[in-house]
C-alpha cells in the first residue's frame, strides 16, 4: 500500500497592491469631515426632515460611504436637495482645507514611500468627489506619491460595495483580488475589503470607528494607524498573525510550512 502525502499547505498569496483609504487613514480628520457635514445642512437644509443629533449619528456610522450616498439618506431620496447638499460639503471642505490646511497622518507618506519601494502598487481610495481628492492631494503634495487615487465617481459606487477596490485592482494591473489589501479606518472600508475578496484586510484607529466596529466588520488585524503596516506582512514577511496563518492539516509524515513569498517584502466619506 503506498501512502500519498497530504498536500502541503498553502502559502498566502504575496500581495501586490494597497488599497489605502484617506480621511482617517493617511489623511488627519479631526473633525473636518463633521464640520464640512454640519455647514452643507446649514445651507442647504438637507437634515431637515430629522434630529440633527441623528443626522450627525449616520453620518458617523457611514463615514467612508459616497457622500453623495450619505446625502440622499438625509434628504429622505430627494435627489435634487441630496445633490445640492454634496456640492455645498464639496465647497465647505475646500473652505475648511483653506482655512486650516491639510495634514497626513504622522508617518502616512513614509510608510507609502516604504510599501513602493518594496514593490508593492498603493492606490488611495475615498468617499469624496475628485475636486476634494485633488485638493487634499495637492495640500500634501501626494500627487505622485501613489499609483492611482480614485472616488466612487471612478468606480460606479462607493463603499461599502467593492467596486474601488476592484478598479484600483484594474487601474493597476494588479493580478487578483487575493493579492489585493485593503487598509481603513472605518466598518465601510473593511466591508469594502471583504466584498472584494481582498486578501488582507485590516482596521486603523486613527480615524472614525472603534476596535469593536472595525472587527465585528470582518477585519483580519486592527492597527493603531497605519504606520503599523510595518509589522504585518506587508512589509515583513515573517509578521502573519495566528488569525492569519493557514491552519494545521494531518501529515503522515512532518513537513515544514512553506515560507511567504520575499516578493511583498516584509484592498478601505
Request: glycine share 8%; aromatic share 4%.
Given at each position: 500500500?503506498?501512502?500519498?502525502?497530504?498536500?502541503?499547505?498553502?502559502?498566502?498569496?504575496?500581495?501586490?497592491?494597497?488599497?489605502?483609504?484617506?480621511?482617517?487613514?493617511?489623511?488627519?480628520?479631526?473633525?473636518?469631515?463633521?464640520?464640512?457635514?454640519?455647514?452643507?445642512?446649514?445651507?442647504?437644509?438637507?437634515?431637515?426632515?430629522?434630529?440633527?443629533?441623528?443626522?450627525?449619528?449616520?453620518?458617523?456610522?457611514?463615514?467612508?460611504?459616497?457622500?453623495?450616498?450619505?446625502?440622499?439618506?438625509?434628504?429622505?431620496?430627494?435627489?435634487?436637495?441630496?445633490?445640492?447638499?454634496?456640492?455645498?460639503?464639496?465647497?465647505?471642505?475646500?473652505?475648511?482645507?483653506?482655512?486650516?490646511?491639510v495634514e497626513e497622518i504622522p508617518g502616512a507618506?513614509?510608510?507609502?514611500?516604504e510599501l513602493r519601494d518594496a514593490g508593492l502598487?498603493?492606490?488611495?481610495?475615498?468617499?469624496?468627489?475628485?475636486?476634494?481628492?485633488?485638493?487634499?492631494?495637492?495640500?500634501?503634495?501626494?500627487?505622485?506619491?501613489?499609483?492611482?487615487?480614485?472616488?466612487?465617481?471612478?468606480?460606479?459606487?462607493?463603499?461599502?460595495?467593492?467596486?474601488?477596490?476592484?478598479?484600483?485592482?484594474?487601474?493597476?494591473?494588479?493580478?487578483?483580488?487575493?493579492?489585493?489589501?485593503?487598509?481603513?479606518?472605518?466598518?465601510?472600508?473593511?466591508?469594502?475589503?471583504?466584498?472584494?475578496?481582498?486578501?488582507?484586510?485590516?482596521?486603523?484607529?486613527?480615524?472614525?470607528?472603534?476596535?469593536?466596529?472595525?472587527?465585528?466588520?470582518?477585519?483580519?488585524?486592527?492597527?493603531?494607524?497605519?504606520t503599523a503596516l510595518r509589522a504585518t506582512r506587508?512589509?515583513?514577511?515573517?509578521?502573519?498573525?495566528?488569525?492569519?496563518?493557514?491552519?494545521?492539516?494531518?501529515?503522515?509524515?512532518?513537513?515544514?510550512?512553506?515560507?511567504?513569498?520575499?516578493?511583498?517584502?516584509?484592498?478601505?466619506?
Open positions: 500500500m503506498t501512502l500519498h502525502p497530504a498536500p502541503a499547505v498553502s502559502a498566502l498569496a504575496p500581495i501586490e497592491l494597497v488599497v489605502l483609504d484617506m480621511a482617517g487613514t493617511t489623511v488627519l480628520d479631526d473633525g473636518v469631515v463633521e464640520l464640512a457635514f454640519t455647514r452643507a445642512n446649514e445651507r442647504t437644509g438637507v437634515a431637515a426632515n430629522m434630529p440633527w443629533d441623528d443626522a450627525l449619528n449616520y453620518v458617523r456610522r457611514t463615514m467612508g460611504q459616497s457622500k453623495i450616498d450619505v446625502f440622499t439618506h438625509l434628504a429622505g431620496g430627494d435627489l435634487e436637495l441630496a445633490h445640492e447638499a454634496n456640492t455645498a460639503f464639496e465647497t465647505a471642505y475646500g473652505e475648511l482645507v483653506a482655512e486650516h490646511g507618506a513614509d510608510v507609502i514611500a502598487k498603493v492606490a488611495l481610495t475615498t468617499g469624496f468627489a475628485p475636486a476634494t481628492r485633488d485638493a487634499i492631494l495637492d495640500g500634501l503634495g501626494w500627487q505622485y506619491l501613489v499609483d492611482v487615487a480614485l472616488s466612487p465617481i471612478d468606480a460606479g459606487r462607493g463603499r461599502p460595495a467593492p467596486d474601488l477596490v476592484l478598479t484600483a485592482l484594474m487601474r493597476t494591473d494588479s493580478h487578483s483580488v487575493d493579492r489585493v489589501a485593503v487598509i481603513g479606518d472605518t466598518a465601510s472600508d473593511i466591508a469594502s475589503g471583504r466584498r472584494a475578496g481582498a486578501g488582507f484586510v485590516a482596521g486603523v484607529l486613527s480615524g472614525a470607528h472603534d476596535r469593536a466596529t472595525l472587527e465585528a466588520a470582518g477585519a483580519d488585524e486592527v492597527l493603531e494607524d497605519v506587508l512589509l515583513l514577511p515573517t509578521a502573519v498573525s495566528p488569525a492569519l496563518s493557514p491552519a494545521p492539516q494531518p501529515q503522515p509524515q512532518p513537513v515544514e510550512s512553506p515560507v511567504l513569498s520575499s516578493q511583498i517584502g516584509a484592498s478601505a466619506s
